[in-house]
């Protein structure tokens, strides 16, 4: 009986115990925090992301770190864990909990963002895995380019400028041209109303003129039908 009574509170340690790793694992929790934003020179040819987790109710065993980034339409896998390109993209992981991703190559077509995940596999709570609110990375040109948009700039506006003064001076002699052609008939209506006046006055003048060339005939002849 005591034996049987030794191994019934030994197989009661054993079952405590499994409850208690599965307790513990179900209970894990973790955060993880990220910087917003962060900006790299043009000069810059490697940069380093950061993040930062927390866990608690977890195994001592190391967790998974996983990188994603996301682009305007798409997304990449970079490192889950494993990193897809070695030369492009390495993980470290530092003391205190403290991840970085290196980037090298820098180039304005890895500006996106950046997302760091933390995952303990050994855990089946849906807490144990957990992604930061990520990080836009941002790098800068360089000002000679900037420089080249405003010549760019100012050059389509001097186009534009002399463009508009070309059309407008072409509108202004084509209408001019048509002021022209309505001018001219006009001006020959004007002439052929005054040659018709002309005519008018004319014939009046010689009906005027024999009119009075014919009136002293008239009064001789009434003079001589009085003496008679």
């Known amino acids: 009986m005591a034996s ?18 599965a307790g513990a694992a179900d209970s894990c929790q973790v955060t993880v925090t990220q910087p917003r934003f962060q900006e790299a020179d043009y000069s810059t040819r490697t940069v380093f992301l950061t993040c930062v ?11 998974q770190v996983l990188w994603f980034r996301f682009l305007t339409n798409k997304h990449e896998d970079l490192c889950t864990p494993g990193c897809t390109d070695h030369q492009k993209y390495k ?8 991840i970085s991703l290196q980037i090298n190559n820098l180039t304005v077509d890895d500006n996106a963002v950046y997302i760091c995940g933390i995952a303990f596999s050994d855990s089946s709570s849906p807490r144990s895995k957990q992604a930061g609110d990520g990080t836009v990375l941002t790098k800068t040109e360089k000002q000679h380019s900037n420089g080249k948009l405003i010549l760019m700039i100012i050059a389509s506006s001097l186009l534009f400028l002399y463009s508009t003064t070309v059309f407008t001076l072409f509108v202004v002699y084509k209408v001019g041209s048509k002021s022209d052609t309505f001018k001219y008939p006009f001006k020959k209506k004007i002439s052929s109303g005054r040659k018709i006046f002309q005519a008018i006055a ?7 003129y024999t009119e009075h060339c014919q009136q002293p005939d008239d009064l001789e002849d009434d003079t001589v039908y009085q003496n008679r």
Do not use: T
């Open 91 to 98: 993980v470290h992981v530092l003391p205190e909990n403290n």
């Open 53 to 63: 987790f927390s866990a608690s109710g977890c195994s001592s065993s190391p967790p």
């Open 4 to 21: 049987f009574n030794k191994l019934k509170n030994v197989l009661m340690l054993a079952f405590d115990w499994i409850l208690y790793g």
């Open 202 to 208: 004319q014939e009046l003048q010689k009906q005027r």
